[in-house]
């Protein structure tokens, strides 16, 4: 009874077992946020430990804006929104006397934000609504491809954190099943997230607008319709959580108040639980922000963080690396 | 170098070939339907195939009410509303004289079918909302242990078809991601749905309500309010496979017309796509109704199967068994 194909099966297992053997976090320095990381999936993963979780309930759920890329010096999705913004603007005449608009295609910042959030609301429904989901699919892939990021001159998608693509990495290999929950959009991360993050669509949680079916020419379409649905921060996380996945996650990664809500409803199950702040300390490699930022403001979740003793990543000295290699 | 199982190794490799050459169908007739499924299949998972979908692509949808399981002589969902309304009865002096509750106690179902869509709200506001999500799900829990079928007598989880889970088994080994979209609420069925057919939580779409969150005891809940979130039915399915799933189906399982936009937006797609309607024709093993029914009324949607070439499933001809064996 001999195997057609043992060579094959025994390389992989060999490779698999090299493959534990290195470092699964090489951007991580060996202080204590890695070793609280490693620890911890360890015990959960490991059959017969009495932390043990069986793979179906390893559920993580990661922020997306601040911990897995950046959101300075504006969220990635605003800049979107202003490149849209000016990209319609010639079928627009009336928004060079109309705001937001006016102000923004004038390059002018302070008026924008001077439109306030009924301001963000008006640019959204412009640059995010009245056109069908794969329409709108479209326009972010193709903006993702070729948008720059403002300081580093980067592509967007290169901008996310060599660290976290390593622990999410790590997290599958371990029988994690990972998703993203963040206040962004979701039909504005699904376009990138497979192949970036290897987060697939049905993996990502965002805020989103109602949509409607309906038939044009005879072919299905839904449209995206300038209605709220779901406001994926703050107290929507576990909301969102909820709605899309229906189980408490035993794992959460965030970096700001927005995600005080998930990781609460996380570190409350039963069991082996985790928790992370991304603390971004980094003036030098990345950005220093904290308390005071209008931008991922982190106040109440990081004295929360020290309080429980959640685990708070100094990007300073717990990455050896932020941004992937050129 | 020599490996260290590869015993184990081979002995899976061979059970896996061995289960590969048995009929992985053997509840379904060797009918054109069960050709057609088979053929599908193969064509889209086979690399080189002019049809090859990739695994990740490889997502098929399926209804749950009369699709996976019957929904006859009422809704199992109704018949859930029900038992809990006459539950919570002695909590609830006033229902006496309330309509739809003062019909339901009664026992008069026309009563209550005469309080209209507004009785329905009002019957799950008083069972579905105003509690948190993990004492619903318990709730749900309990009955599903305990309920049992009015005419066969059986736990409403043996009320399920055996052919279609062994339809799902077959789809997950050949790389698919299998999803339930029902009318029926998606809290209902995650409690069971792991344990009955081999879907996870997170692969469960259907009808919801809005949720808030809060603290309770320094708590973090769930609380689930008496608004709708989304009515997961006719239009509202391709809403929540978007919603959800964020790509498009290549495969999509019903029974009724709440299930023919679904079909029609999975088969609007480019490629190799599937779509099969569940005809209830078998009277003596399970109930047979379609056009004039109450209950899954089968009309336009099987119109437009049969215009459309769409796979109809007889119950009667191409089933060999209907319910698992007790």
Chains 1, 2 share one sequence.
Not at 86 to 104: D, G, I, M, R, Y
Not at 125 to 151: N, Y
Not at 169 to 182: D, E, H, Q, T
Request: aromatic share 10%; proline share 6%.
């Amino acid at each position: 009874m001999k195997a057609r194909f043992p060579f094959a099966v025994v390389f992989y297992v060999i490779a698999a077992q090299i493959g534990h053997a290195q470092d699964p976090l090489p951007s991580w320095n060996d202080t204590a946020s890695k070793k609280a990381i490693v620890a911890f999936v360890e015990k959960v993963s490991k059959e017969g430990s009495p932390d043990f979780v069986p793979a179906p309930e390893r559920i993580a759920t990661f922020d997306n804006d601040g911990t897995l890329w950046a959101e300075q010096p504006i969220y990635f999705q605003f800049a979107f929104v202003i490149d849209r913004i000016k990209a319609l603007a010639p079928k627009h005449p009336e928004w060079k006397t109309k705001e937001p608009f006016a102000s923004l295609l004038k390059g002018d910042m302070k008026g924008v934000a001077a439109s306030g959030e009924k301001g963000v609301m008006t640019m959204l429904a412009a640059t995010h609504a009245g056109m069908t989901t794969e329409e709108f699919s479209r326009t972010v892939a193709d903006w993702i491809a070729t948008a720059r990021h403002p300081k580093t001159g980067r592509p967007y998608i290169e901008m996310v954190y060599q660290p976290m693509i390593e622990l999410l990495a790590y997290l599958r290999a371990n029988g994690f099943k990972c998703f993203i929950v963040s206040g962004g959009g979701i039909e504005f991360m699904r376009p990138w997230t497979e192949k970036v993050y290897g987060i697939p669509p049905e993996q990502v949680v965002g805020s989103s607008g109602k949509l409607k079916f309906e038939m044009r020419d005879g072919k299905p379409v839904l449209v995206k319709l300038p209605e709220i649905n779901l406001i994926d921060d703050k107290a929507g996380k576990p909301v969102g959580i909820q709605m899309h996945i229906g189980r408490r996650p035993i794992a959460a990664f965030g970096n700001s108040d927005g995600d005080q809500q998930m990781l609460e409803w996380t570190m409350a199950g039963d069991g082996s639980r985790f928790a992370l702040i991304v603390h971004h300390d980094d003036a030098e490699r990345e950005w220093a922000y904290d308390r005071k930022s209008h931008v991922g403001q982190l106040d109440k979740a990081w004295d929360e963080a020290v309080a429980k003793g959640w685990t708070v990543v100094s990007m300073k000295e717990d990455w050896k690396t932020v941004f992937p290699a050129r």
